[in-house]
C-alpha cells in the first residue's frame, strides 16, 4: 500500500506564500514523476505543475514565475513553493506520484487527500 498526505495548507492573505508538502510511504521503490492539481469549489481539476525523476520541470501559465515544484528523493517527499499568492490559487491541493513498488512492474499513480488553500484578506 502506498499513502500520499498532502500538508501545509492554510490561510493566507494576497501577495503571500505557502509550502506545501507532499509525503509518500509505503511501498515505493523509485518515483517517477511527481504533479500537483488543484481544484476550486465548482471548478474541474487543473494541473498546476509537474518534475520529473532527471529534476525537469513544468508549470501552468497561471502559476508560472511564482510557484516552485521541487523533491527530496532520499525522503519521497515533494514540495509546492507558492509566492505572491492570489485569490485565484484558492483551492484544494493535490499531490500525485507515478511510481514502481519493484523493478518488474508498471509504474503507478497515487494521489493524496489534498489540501486547502485559501487566499483571502
Known amino acids: 500500500q502506498v499513502q500520499i498526505v498532502e500538508s501545509g495548507g492554510g490561510l493566507v492573505p494576497p501577495g503571500g506564500s505557502l509550502r506545501l508538502s507532499c509525503d509518500a510511504s509505503?511501498?515505493?521503490?523509485?518515483?517517477?514523476?511527481m504533479a500537483w492539481y488543484r481544484q476550486a469549489p465548482g471548478k474541474e481539476r487543473e494541473w498546476v505543475a509537474s518534475?520529473?525523476?532527471?529534476?525537469?520541470?513544468n508549470y501552468a501559465d497561471s502559476v508560472k514565475g511564482r510557484f516552485t515544484i521541487s523533491r527530496d528523493n532520499a525522503k519521497n517527499t515533494g514540495y509546492l513553493h507558492m509566492n505572491r499568492l492570489r485569490t485565484a490559487d484558492t483551492a484544494t491541493y493535490y499531490c500525485?506520484?507515478?511510481?514502481?513498488?519493484?523493478?518488474?512492474?508498471?509504474?503507478?499513480?497515487?494521489w493524496g487527500q489534498g489540501t486547502q488553500v485559501t487566499v483571502s484578506s
Open positions: 500525485s506520484i507515478d511510481f514502481i513498488t519493484n523493478p518488474y512492474t508498471n509504474p503507478q499513480t497515487s
Open positions: 509505503g511501498s515505493i521503490q523509485s518515483i517517477y514523476a
Open positions: 518534475m520529473t525523476s532527471s529534476g525537469s520541470t
